[in-house]
């Protein structure tokens, strides 16, 4: 075969591949098998030195016209390709710019800060004042000036959880009466909402930290009713008027009388259901009037004022006015539950 015939053929050869090459891979193999260093093109070139000096000119013209017309389809259609990339991309990346945004997921408020917020509101507007205390209390405060005895079970390691001889985490929101008693001299009029601790396992009903709002009023001439209309108001509010409240006997070291206020079952309104174990009750906190003692330690005279003193469970009156039925539900966190009480 001549140079001639051997160029026409690698021409059609070429034609051929490059009928069927459509993208970037395919022409850059086309470019290695005609234009490369081992090349059918460079070999074509290698064969010039064997040819008649008088046929060099025209066969090198064919030749070089060969190769640029390769480097040239090559070229265009690499070209090409990159453009059709460029618009494909531009038509994937196409935004519509009528489209609504896409909303800000926002959080809610928890059920414990609603119940806390309500209870604050409803309290405030009876004229008290909101007071806080540390969580990290002593012996002091969390029993002793509460009239809580050296041997009172309260007191064992396996209800108070202690972090060393001194100070403990405190187990209800009482010592702010103490802390109060202390700094202001009657009348007082307060709530004190916090979280407290105790050495529970966690379960359904228990947690080793929940939420209580104590109060305390303390003045010349208060009364158990004024203790009852008090509560009788924030349960009403809180619970709706068509709840009852029922104060039964109770004891407290640090109140006397001391009373347990149960409100209507809010399932079975009274009728008696598994929520309220078919009593027909729920008990909702701990009340009394303040213990002579409690006030004389702090250095305020019995003889001169009296006061009244509740302690009531946030998480629990959470519970009950949501009808969640796990206080778990209340530390998880799950946007699915949270989300409910928009
Ligand atoms: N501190 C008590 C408790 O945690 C509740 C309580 C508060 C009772 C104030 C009476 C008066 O159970």
Redesign the pocket.
Known sequence: MNIEETINEVKEEFQEMFAEAHDSESLEKLRIRFLGKNGRVKKLYGKMGSIPDESKPVLGKELNKLKQQITRQLEVRQEKIEEEKKKQQLEEERIDVTLPGTRIKTGSQHPLSLVTEELEDIFISMGFKIAEGPEVEDEYYNFKALNIPEDHPARDLQDTLYLDDLYLLR????PV?VRTMEKTKPPIKIIAPGR?YRADELDASHSPVFH?L??LVVDDKITFGDLKGTISIMVEQIFGEEHSVRFRPSY?P??EP?AEVDVSCIVCEGKGCSLCSRTGWLEI????MVHPKVLSMSDIDPRSYSGF????GIDRIALLKYGIDDIRLLQENDRRFLQQFK
């Open positions: 187990t209800h929101t009482s009466q407290v209580q104590e109060g407290f640090f109140t001391s906190m701990g009340s009394g003193a509740f302690g009531m």
